[in-house]
């Protein structure tokens, strides 16, 4: 009788690689600046300004990837729709408060509760 061998599944190494797609694309993006541009950074996309929230995407989206994957084994969704929840819930936060101390004392928290939020409402619209 031959040993049964089990294989990962396939979620999982999809998963995976959809990670290091990510992590591959956003190599060349720029890494959070200090303190002065930073704020100023915020205060443009509170203001409005589209390049200014393009370029805080750019920023962020490492500190987003991190949080969906600490998220993405609980759930079935495909890794960018959890990239993207996180990223709603950074601008939306960002919109709503462009107190500077608030910012870096919650911004971590409203990415993750993007992700977890559209997790949540995907698994009740199954159940």
């Not at 960018?80 to 004392?105: Q, R, Y």
Request: glycine share 6%; net charge neutral; with cysteine.
């Amino acid at each position: 009788m031959r040993p049964l061998k089990m294989n990962q599944p396939t979620i999982v190494n999809s998963r995976q690689q959809e990670i290091e797609q990510y992590i591959a694309a956003i190599g060349g993006y720029e890494i959070m600046p200090d303190g002065k541009e930073l704020s100023a950074i915020i205060k443009a996309v509170c203001e409005g300004d589209e390049a200014a929230t393009e370029k805080a995407k750019r920023i962020w989206l490492r500190t987003i990837i991190y949080i969906a994957t600490q998220c993405a084994p609980s759930t079935h969704l495909p890794f960018d729709v959890l990239v993207a929840a996180g990223m709603e819930g950074l601008l939306k936060f960002i919109h709503s408060s462009p107190d500077e101390d608030k910012f870096f004392s919650f911004y971590v928290w409203n990415i993750k509760q993007g992700i977890l939020g559209r997790i949540k409402e995907n698994s009740s619209n199954i159940a």
